[in-house]
T-cell receptor
Framework: AQRVTQPEKLLSVFKGAPVELKCNYS??????LFWYVQYSRQRLQLLLR??SRESIKGFTADLNKGETSFHLKKPFAQEEDSAMYYC????????????FGTGTRLLVSP | EAQVTQNPRYLITVTGKKLTVTCSQN?????MSWYRQDPGLGLRQIYY???????DKGDVPEGYKVSRKEKRNFPLILESPSPNQTSLYFC????????????FGPGTRLTVT
């Protein structure tokens, strides 16, 4: 079964501090992992995808198959990073089904 | 503007009164999906459709129906709503089943009393 766990409901940091949003997954095959973000009053949108290995808005995420993790990191948080972040997994049967974690709210204070 | 629209955005109704939440996309996407978002549970897939007249159950389909008669529309039907269907509902679409990025609608907040 596919499962995504985000252990933190809320992560509160000060501007300029490093941020790490945790995501662990359970899947027997080779997963595709994503981070989606929802800013206040905006739609849920794709932030990044593990296979692209890009840095988007200063965020990066590395897939660690040994630890079955896909943590989202940013070295210096900005106030505009405050949002709800969802980790999501799609199995190797195609992207038909996306399983989401419960989400972590990131609050960046000035 | 390319987007997914949902109507209504907010709805308060009573138990048992049939309702439909519409979802429309103007991107010619083949794949569409419905999710519900509940505190502590994240987003859970209700139904999805890979193309016109092709629909399938997601993780939490009980109490819901869908139809896909046209490519652009994917309405969510609650034949007899119950209070446990009070939730925030999102429609999403993507180009086709193998695409990885889903585009989400703004959400519909439904309250069933």
């Amino acid at each position: 079964a596919q499962r995504v766990t985000q252990p933190e409901k809320l992560l509160s940091v000060f501007k300029g501090a490093p941020v790490e949003l945790k995501c662990n997954y359970s899947y027997s095959g080779s997963p595709e992992l994503f981070w989606y973000v929802q800013y206040s009053r905006q739609r849920l949108q794709l932030l990044l995808r593990h296979i692209s290995r890009e840095s988007i808005k200063g965020f990066t995420a590395d897939l660690n198959k040994g630890e079955t993790s896909f943590h989202l990191k940013k070295p210096f948080a900005q106030e505009e990073d405050s949002a709800m972040y969802y980790c999501a997994l799609s199995g190797n049967t195609g992207f038909q089904k996306l399983v989401f974690g419960t989400g972590t709210r990131l609050l960046v204070s000035p | 503007e390319a987007q997914v629209t949902q109507n209504p955005r907010y709805l308060i109704t009573v138990t048992g009164k049939k309702l439909t939440v519409t979802c429309s996309q103007n991107m010619n996407h083949e794949y569409m999906s419905w999710y519900r978002q509940d505190p502590g549970l994240g987003l859970r897939q209700i139904y999805y459709s890979m193309n016109v007249e092709v629909t399938d159950k997601g993780d939490v389909p009980e109490g819901y129906k869908v139809s896909r008669k046209e490519k652009r529309n994917f309405p969510l039907i609650l034949e007899s709503p119950s209070p446990n269907q009070t939730s925030l509902y999102f429609c999403a679409s993507k180009t086709h089943r193998e695409s990885y990025e889903q585009y989400f609608g703004p959400g519909t907040r439904l309250t069933v009393t």
